[in-house]
């Protein structure tokens, strides 16, 4: 691993903590995973986002943050790499997209200061995948409160990540397409994405398309960055 502060992330259904799972075990890292089955508010936000978001996006926000500075101040002498199926910047994504204006300005204001005081991947990895692969791969999961999860949320959320990614330039972001890919149960497509981390990625995006050497970014809704 070439990279001591590895973010795995993806839109819902993604199946980003499985693979950030799957790394931290083969590498020996710590590993940083979101804890939103104890956060009060989700179950209650995909019943009612009208009422609930802002305190969701309140507690997912400290919690990350709490979490996080945790973590990551008392890593492991002997456990030099560290493996989250999140960064700190997801707050910011997901409230933009649930936050009415003056809720979301209130936030971004608190974000702002919190996320200063935390450290950053060295990387990202995007799990990207199609709204109707992530939709199969939530109702397959059974979680009762993200029965309500409509393609056109996923939709949207996914556009804000591609947005906020390719803005990124002071660190490598890959967005991978597992479209086609089934890592948990295929080890050789695990083996692939396993070998994508021995490999040197300049900052800015790389997108990375199993089977093809060369792509353009337009298909990802953004132009600038490199492809292999």
Not at 69 to 77: F, H, I, Q
Not at 102 to 123: G, W
Not at 146 to 151: D, N
């Amino acid at each position: 691993m070439k990279y001591n502060y590895v973010t795995v992330e993806g839109c819902i259904g993604a199946g980003k903590t499985t693979l950030a799972e799957k790394f931290a075990t083969d590498f020996n890292a710590q590993i940083i995973l979101e804890r939103f089955k104890d956060n009060p508010f989700l179950a209650k936000f995909y019943q009612d986002k009208e009422h609930y978001a802002f305190p969701l996006e309140m507690s997912f926000l400290t919690d990350r943050y709490q979490q996080l500075k945790t973590l990551l101040s008392k890593r492991d002498l002997f456990t030099n790499l560290v493996i989250s199926d999140y960064f700190i910047d997801k707050c910011y994504i997901f409230s933009k997209n649930n936050l009415k204006e003056d809720e979301y300005n209130l936030y971004l204001q608190v974000y702002e200061i919190i996320s200063s005081y935390l450290p950053k991947p060295e990387i990202i990895i995007y799990l990207y995948n199609s709204i109707e692969q992530l939709m199969k791969n939530i109702a397959h999961r059974g979680r009762d409160y993200e029965k309500s999860i409509t393609p056109e949320y996923l939709a949207g959320i996914q556009a804000s990540y591609m947005n906020y990614l390719s803005h990124i330039t002071s660190i490598p972001v890959v967005i991978v397409d597992t479209h086609e890919l089934d890592f948990v149960k295929n080890v050789e497509d695990y083996e692939y994405l396993k070998a994508l981390m021995d490999r040197d990625y300049p900052n800015g995006v790389t997108t990375i398309i199993p089977g093809e050497e060369q792509e353009s970014l337009k298909m990802w809704g953004f132009s600038a960055a490199s492809a292999i």
